[in-house]
């Protein structure tokens, strides 16, 4: 994984039609916009879907879950579709608090294994 600022780590996968963005760290109004970048990125390429990994990351704040939703919202106008795929059990509470881990027009949440 690449260290950014503020103790985030972001790595990225290219595999063809779907794009792995793993995350660890912490996910707040500092390292929001490294997160928004990276998804925006992701999205540049030829996939048309993008998995995200948060099984990483140690906290979530609000700022990161507005980046979720704007980023899977551009995305999908775009033709791609941004999936939250293995999550750390402070992220799975936090979707799950917000009513997030019901998917919706931004993103979808797939299931735990």
Do not use: K, Y
Not at 42 to 47: F, P, Y
Not at 90 to 111: K, S
């Amino acid at each position: 994984m690449t260290s950014a600022p503020h103790g985030l780590a972001i790595d990225t996968q290219d595999h063809g039609d779907d794009f792995v963005v793993r995350v660890g760290g912490e996910l707040d109004l500092s390292t929001s916009p490294q997160l928004s970048a990276a998804l925006t990125e992701a999205g540049g390429g030829t996939s048309t879907s993008i998995t995200l990994d948060l099984s990483g990351v140690t906290f979530i704040d609000s700022s990161a879950l507005r980046v979720l939703v704007l980023s899977g919202r551009a995305l999908g106008q775009d033709g791609c579709e941004l999936r939250i795929g293995p999550r750390s059990e402070m992220v799975a509470r936090v979707l799950a608090m917000t009513n997030l881990d019901a998917g919706g027009d931004a993103f979808v949440v797939l299931p735990e294994d």
